[in-house]
Each structure stands twice: as structure tokens, then as C-alpha cells.
């Protein structure tokens, strides 16, 4: 009896719900509070960024709820209240155990060039650059603003329109991030200052685009929006523009009738500080080890000891001369270096978080 049951929740690509932050689908893998689970063509499971989906034949597509699937036309249709809209492809669930914040893999939006985190996609921007919106929502027509997946843009009024009918309002753009050049393991170009929100506290920091809230003791989390407000119970957040309503767990605007669950923190990131390591002069060829390792060769063809980086230290003639920093793999500051795994920050170094340093390890 057990397994039928199984068996024909797989079929019907129904949802169990895990906990309030996500759905748990019949193969244990995991979609996002607000999604449905539905089987895709190989027997795994897609979350559709829609609530009780219909997950449609083709095993590729799925609509919202009270619509059916109009697979010829790739439209979603509701002959009773005239509704019609795009069908949304599947996003590939989370596998069980894995972490609601991923904070080790970027998303390449352009070969490598320009990135965006994990929990967003890449879109394009007015400029002919890249922006990234969140997961679950899509680019609007002005190019600047995305909305959720299933809500129409309102440009004029920077609203979403859900096939409810509910307004929200449009979030802005993150634009993508830059790569680092690609350096050789003997010279590496300067890495300057953390881009980070530093929280009030003086020894948390949260990522950009994010907001500092206190969780309680003089401690601070993170709000995965910039401007937030923070709530009252020290563990959620709302958007700009609207009010925490803790006893509903909602974030409310009356004057635009914005209501929409509050958003959780999360962990923010302790400030790591260490002195900078001066640079040492280069050396003579005369001065390396018959039988030890070898010298590392610079640009400019001086010549800094084993276990060393080759730091850029200025022009001369036109052409850039580099001095010897004492560690391998190091970040060259102005006047010093940093270990690997710091930036620079005025004359000290400062540890780089994962959040930060997640788009570099592409190019390391």
C-alpha cells in the first residue's frame, strides 16, 4: 500500500511540504517555500515557480493553478476567466541536504567574464551589459527591473502584477560581476578592499545588495535585500517600502496593497584582520640555491626567491617593475602583501569572505 502511494505521487508530480522554507518532492529532493514540484522527462523532479502547480505533459513546462496546459501553443490557458500567459520551463530541485544559501558556485553569464551569485540568473541590462534577478523571477522589458516568474511588469508604475491580480513591486537589477584577470601563480595583481556591508558592530559583515539587522545580544545577521527593515523578532526582514507584520509573518505596504511573506536572515561574516607582509628586494641570479628550488622569474625579469610572488610595484621607462612579496599565491597590496585568501584594506588585510571569494575561485 505504501509504495502505490509513492507511485502515484510520483505520477501526479505532487508536493510534500518539508518545512515553511521548502517543499520537499516525492525523490527527497528539496524546491523553494512558493514552488511546486514536478516530475521532468528522466524520473527526477523540477521545482515550478508557481504554488500547486500543474505540471504539464511535456514534462519540461508547468502552470499555474485553476489553468490547464496548451502544449501546441506553449501558453497556459483559463477559458473561464480569459487568463493566458507563457508556460515557465522547470528549475532543477536541490538535492537533500544541500544548503538553502549556496555560497560556493556563481553562475556565468557570459563565458566566464561576468558573474552572478548562485541563487540568481543572468539577464541582460539597457547598457548591453549584465544584471542578475533573483531564481524565481525574470527580466522585465525596460531591462532594468525583474518581477516573480508568472507576474506581469508594470513599467510605468514599477509594479509586478501576479495572475491573482496581487501588486508587488519590481526589484531592481543586481549588475553582474567582473572576473578577475587571469594571473600566473608568480605574479598576481592587487586585490583591494572587500565589497561588503559592514554591520554596525564593527566585526560582521554581510554581502552587497544586503542589509546588517541584529539578531539579538549585539549580534547581526543578514537580509538578503539592501535598505531593509528589520523585524521586531530579530530573525526576519522586510523590503523597503513595507512593514513587518509579526504576529502573520508578512511584510504589508497598505498604500500600494504589497503584502508578502517576510524573508529570513542569515549568518553574517566575522571581520578577520592580519597585518600586511612587507616586500622584500629582488635577488641576483648568483644568489639562488645550486640544489634547492628555483627562483621565481618576474614580468620584468628580476627575479624574486622560491615560495614567493612576483607584486607589481610601479612604472619605470614605461614599463612596470615588480617587487618580491614573501608568500606564494599572495594578494599585492600598494606597500605589502596579504596571504592568500585576504584583501587588502588600507594598510592591513582582511580576510575575503566566501561569499566574496566565490567568483575568483573560476580563475585561481
Known sequence: MRSLLCLLLAVLGATLVLTDEEVQCPDKSHCPSGTSCCMLYDGSFGCCPYENAVCCKDQIHCCPSNTHCHEQEGRCLNHVTGLTMPMKKKLPSRPRNSSIFRMTNDVSCDEGKHFCSADDRCTSLENGGFGCCPLMFH????????????????????????????????????????????????????????????????????????????????????????????????????????????????????????????????PSTPIVMKEQHPFYPNIFAFDEEPNGPANIVCPDRSTCGPSSTCCPSGELGGEMTYACCPLTNASCCDNGCCPRGFACEGNRCEKVPLWYARHRHHHN
Not at 565589497?195 to 554596525?200: G, L, R, T, Y
Not at 504589508?252 to 503584502?259: A, L, M, Q, R, Y
Open 139 to 266: 527580466s522585465c522589458g525596460d531591462e532594468l527591473h525583474c518581477c516573480q516568474e508568472g507576474a506581469m511588469c508594470d513599467e510605468k508604475n514599477f509594479n509586478c502584477v501576479l495572475p491573482e491580480g496581487k501588486i508587488r513591486p519590481m526589484i531592481a537589477k543586481v549588475p553582474a560581476r567582473k572576473a578577475f584577470p587571469k594571473d600566473g601563480a608568480s605574479h598576481r595583481h592587487s586585490v583591494h578592499s572587500v565589497k561588503a556591508v559592514k554591520c554596525p558592530d564593527g566585526k560582521s559583515q554581510c554581502p552587497e545588495q544586503t542589509t546588517c539587522c541584529e539578531v539579538g545580544q549585539g549580534q547581526f545577521g543578514c537580509c538578503p535585500v539592501p535598505n531593509a527593515v528589520c523585524c521586531s523578532d530579530h530573525l526576519h526582514c522586510c523590503p523597503q517600502g513595507t512593514h513587518c507584520h509579526v504576529s502573520e509573518g508578512r511584510c504589508e505596504n497598505h498604500n500600494n496593497d504589497v503584502s508578502m511573506k517576510w524573508m529570513k536572515k542569515f
